[in-house]
């Protein structure tokens, strides 16, 4: 099912339903995702190489929530990020924050948004800096993201992060072992303690009214997760796509919408139905802050570091040629008639088929 399909059909009443809690970012991304690749999108003219046969395809719309779009801008920060991995354990840690903030994010975002990641990295430093064996700078990898895997609003924020850290005073580089033992970096229940204790002071600080009843403990996920390389190319994978797949649509009949979603537990796909109009509302609250930043590395991993990571690979030897299963190739175009590379050789032309439309309307 096309998502730019239920978009026009359901516009106008989501419109007027909503009305008082759109945002002019939330306009913008529907009329960005409802002309998507459409006849109503500008297009392109790529020529073959070999035969000089030449074709117009459609434009993406280029938009961060749109399904379509910013495949190559995912794959590109996958393998920037596979390409900075360090000779360490690594570990994948989620900080969510509690369902009695989420209103308070919902009309603060990028305030709410932001103390989020920085609190996540600030609460991941100070553990790292008073650990016995690491006693340094560490270097993480912090992702924002705002939906609960059936679209509810549910801000967290993912950060991968290797057990190892750089004493930058000594230059010292140091990993943390757990020995025969299961790989352990910290305890789930004190980074806990400490991430409420900072976002509680970071909301105070902003003047925003904390909740009258809000829980004593919070919750952090912290996982093993080997080299990182499968949890990178997850983060990933969800960075630039939006918050679902149009193969996940499975139907729009009778003003209700069907689409489905996999649970975490049981691993099944669980199938909702909803009002068209109540779709979009999912789909636009996880439209971010205008050039709002959801993925941000820190400490050695930061882009300020790259000259550091590649004296640290090659003094403790990686390999990155082993990247190969978590890297794919740029998609090239062919030819259809004598299926030779094309090239684009002219963008944002109006499409042909809406002047056609007109003639024929």
Same mark, same amino acid.
């Given at each position: ?106 009309? /603060? ?192 991993? /930061? ?59």
């Amino acid at each position: 099912m096309l998502l730019s399909d239920i978009i026009q059909t359901f516009e106008s009443s989501f419109r007027t339903r909503y009305q008082q809690q759109l945002l002019p970012s939330h306009l913008k991304a529907l009329a960005a995702m409802k002309t998507c690749r459409t006849q109503h999108s500008p297009v392109m003219l790529a020529s073959c190489t070999d035969c000089g046969e030449q074709t117009v395809i459609p434009h993406s719309c280029g938009h961060r929530s749109c399904p379509h779009c910013q495949h190559h801008e995912s794959q590109q920060w996958i393998e920037t990020q596979l390409r900075k991995r360090v000779p360490a354990d690594y570990f994948l840690i989620t900080f969510t924050l509690p369902s009695q903030f989420r209103s308070l994010a919902w009309f /603060h975002q990028r305030q709410m948004y932001s103390a989020m990641i920085e609190n996540c990295w600030e609460t991941l430093k100070s553990f790292s800096l008073n650990d016995k064996q690491l006693k340094g700078m560490p270097g993480a990898i912090a992702v924002l993201h705002t939906h609960a895997r059936n679209l509810d609003f549910h801000p967290h924020v993912h950060v991968v992060i290797p057990a190892a850290a750089i004493e930058k005073s000594k230059k010292l580089w140091r990993t943390k072992s757990s020995g025969k033992k299961r790989p352990f970096l910290f305890s789930h229940k004190a980074l806990a303690n400490v991430f409420r204790a900072k976002m509680l002071a970071a909301i105070t600080a902003e003047k925003l009214d904390l909740p009258q009843k809000h829980p004593e403990e919070w919750v952090v996920d912290c996982r093993f997760v080997g080299s990182g390389k499968k949890a990178l190319v997850y983060l990933g994978r969800y960075l630039y796509r939006g918050v679902i797949a149009e193969k996940n649509i499975i139907s729009c009949e009778d003003g209700m919408v069907t689409y489905r979603y996999q649970d975490s537990k049981t691993k099944r796909f669980v199938y909702q139905k909803i009002t068209g109009e109540y779709f979009l509302w999912l789909l636009v609250q996880h439209v971010l802050p205008h050039r709002f930043r959801r993925a941000r590395n820190f400490g050695f991993l /930061h882009p300020n570091s790259k000259a550091l990571i590649k004296v640290l690979q090659f003094i403790k030897g990686v390999d990155l040629n082993n990247l190969q299963p978590f890297v794919k190739k740029k998609i090239t175009l062919c030819c259809s008639v004598c299926g030779g590379t094309m090239n684009i050789i002219e963008r944002r032309l109006i499409n042909p088929g809406v002047f056609e439309q007109r003639a024929t309307g």
